[in-house]
């Protein structure tokens, strides 16, 4: 498989159901709300920290909700992990932008080659897929980044303990709240693995080397470039997949299936289950009330889906060329990570900012 370094990092459910009376769709109208920038600046990089615009990222993807309401994000070529506060101030947590290697150790000591998508434990542990280092690592409460698992720079696919193990390509990452096992979508492997608080890997669904779509029994689904993951507190597992343009369930006792998305068809359609087109789906989160949020990438929108598969559009129309703030939709430049923000609003990777959309009341 070939994709590109910047398509890929633009690469961090199922329930189908019968058809649905049109009535039903007619009724959900188009959000309503603004759509504004929370911390960055939308087509100036770098990495300077400070309040909302006089902050700088550069390519920000992966978002995550800590337990104090921060914004955690992986600030992939700046090779930084940042924190954004729910007033928007931004200051580094990890990394250093002058190298791109992968070194443990004290956070501001430590190196990332390329963080795609990060994670937050109940107890403030935050957990870095290293996309291009093929690796997972840990930043803990002490401020000590470590390697939990896989292999500096070797793609590949084996389970086993820490290092013994092997990633190709992880993206999506998840932090599943009943065990404190890390959940990654390996992008690349086709696979979803995961990983135990003391860094030892198995392999739950999909088969290495097998780019398709199957739904059933969780031993024998079969997923496509899984990128983004999520799990909800009763241990369901919800995967968006790039090349299958869809989102998958994983139910607590092994059945998959497909939410929404049809699989393997490309398009940009609201609607419930299969009716409903993504293209290019990149990562997911969850909100309070239990819906997936979803960045459409290649849509450039980011999308709803409720737990019964209803897909609606947030905010985004569409266009490729820019950012526009203001009242709902907006536009919006190939979304990447998405998070629950403050006060009910949605947090999205947008250009080299961080967006927010906040909803009508």
């Known amino acids: 498989m070939s994709i590109s370094r910047r398509q890929t990092l633009h690469i961090a459910t199922g329930l189908l159901l019968g058809s649905v009376p049109f009535a039903k769709f007619a009724l959900a109208a188009a959000a309503t709300g603004t759509l504004g920038l929370f911390a960055g600046q939308l087509r100036m990089h770098g990495h300077t920290d400070g ?91 002490d401020g000590m980044v470590s390697t939990l698992a896989g292999v500096v720079g070797r793609q590949g696919y084996a389970d086993g303990q820490g290092s013994a193990a092997q990633f190709n390509h992880p993206v999506g990452i998840a932090v599943d709240p009943r065990s404190g096992d890390v959940l990654v979508a390996d992008a690349y492997n086709n696979t979803l693995r995961r990983i135990t608080p003391a860094g030892r890997v198995h392999t739950f669904a999909g088969q290495a080397g097998v780019n398709d779509h199957r739904d059933g029994p969780i031993g024998q689904a079969l997923f496509n470039t899984p990128v983004g ?85 947030l905010a985004g129309q569409g266009q490729l060329d820019k950012v526009e703030l203001g009242p709902l939709p907006g536009a919006l430049i190939t979304p990447y990570g998405v998070a629950p923000g403050p006060h009910g609003s949605v947090l999205v990777s947008s250009g080299e900012a961080v967006l927010r959309i906040q909803l009508a009341a």
């Open 229 to 313: 993951i999520a799990v909800d507190a009763k241990g369901t597992i919800f995967v968006s997949e790039y090349f299958n343009q869809d989102v998958r369930k994983i139910t607590p006792d092994g059945q998959v299936s497909t939410l929404a998305g049809n699989p393997g068809r490309r398009g940009d359609a609201d609607g419930q289950g299969r009716a409903a087109l993504f293209r290019k789906p990149q990562q997911i989160c969850l909100d309070a009330g239990g819906n997936i949020i979803l960045a459409d990438g290649g849509n450039h929108k980011v999308r709803r889906i409720t737990p019964d598969g209803v897909v609606t559009t």
């Open 51 to 141: 309040q909302g615009d006089r902050a700088s990222f550069f390519d920000p993807r992966g978002l995550a909700t800590d337990p104090h309401g921060n914004i955690v994000v992986a600030d992939a070529a700046n090779a930084l992990i940042r924190r954004i506060t729910p007033e928007g101030v931004v200051s580094t947590l990890a990394g250093g932008a002058e190298d791109r290697v992968s070194k443990d150790g004290p956070a501001m000591q430590a190196r990332f080659v390329g963080p795609d998508a990060v994670a937050v434990a109940p107890d403030g542990t935050i957990y870095i897929a290293d996309s291009y280092a093929n690796t997972i690592r840990k930043l803990g409460r």
